[in-house]
């Protein structure tokens, strides 16, 4: 899980791209939280986001340009980062849901639906109320991310499969299956 924080932060390196003059910028990390969710599944994937958000809110400038302290959480990016934890944790759901040998199809609906869907379901009614831009108005302004998204969700699938595929207990239905099976961590 502290791996995953780390790469979560680490995607936030290369900035953000604020795009026709949206509040919110465009980053990697999301990408990141799409990856955690694919090869951690649900409990893990959630707990490796929030010890980022956690670190995050001590101060820890782990956000993408440095940002970090808890007026992160007060500002219009505030419902994407909250929406990443259930995001991460919807997309593990969903992958968990297929089974020991997840195609890539499916880790691309898991990663859309938890990884943008959920995400963007915190995150654009938390920016209108934040910036006073009528819901609707703040929704048409984050389908400038969308594009984005996508490739970042086939990305992280790919990805994702690659690492299950050269390590099969990477496979969150494998690794719940050999917990309940008291078969180790």
């Not at 924080?5 to 795009?19: T, Y």
């Not at 980053?27 to 990141?32: R, V, Y």
């Not at 649900?42 to 986001?49: C, E, P, S």
Request: with cysteine; net charge positive; aromatic share 6%.
């Amino acid at each position: 899980m502290a791996v995953f924080a780390a790469l979560i932060a680490v995607l936030g390196l290369p900035g953000s791209l604020n795009v026709f003059g949206n509040a919110v910028p465009i980053t990697l990390q999301t990408l990141g939280v799409m990856l955690a969710g694919a090869i951690l599944g649900t409990w893990r994937a959630a707990l490796a986001v929030t010890v980022l958000l956690v670190l995050v809110a001590a101060g820890l400038p782990l956000l993408s340009g440095g940002r970090g302290g808890l007026g992160v959480f007060a500002g219009p990016s505030a419902g994407y980062l909250i929406g990443w934890i259930p995001g991460a944790a919807v997309t593990g759901w969903l992958v968990e849901r297929a089974g020991r040998s997840p195609g890539i199809v499916h880790l691309v609906v898991a990663c859309l639906v938890g990884g943008v869907g959920v995400v963007y379901l915190f995150g654009v009614p938390v920016q209108a109320l934040v910036t006073g831009v009528p819901l609707g108005a703040t929704l048409w302004a984050a389908a400038v991310f969308l594009p984005g998204d996508l490739i970042k969700a086939v990305v992280a699938s790919v990805v994702a499969r690659g690492t299950q595929r050269a390590y099969p207990d990477a496979v969150p239905a494998v690794h719940h299956e050999r917990l309940r099976t008291g078969g180790g961590r």
